[in-house]
């Protein structure tokens, strides 16, 4: 026969694994300093821009 398992021990050990990794996405999420939320901020506006002014017009079109 098989090993005899605590369903409530398994339970809570799926619940705290789960926890854990919701607590992981919102540490990266929400775990920078400002300074480097400015800092994205910025490159993806700069980077927007840049990919803007590449793009053709209805009057530059061929």
Known sequence: MGDV???NRRRKRAE???MAAV???NRARFGRPKADRDLNEQRMIR???L???HRLDAEDAP
Do not use: I, M, W
Request: charged share 55%; net charge neutral.
């Open 47 to 49: 980077e927007k821009k």
């Open 5 to 7: 398992v605590n369903l």
């Open 51 to 53: 990919l803007d002014q």
């Open 16 to 18: 705290r694994e789960r």
């Open 23 to 25: 607590a992981d996405a």
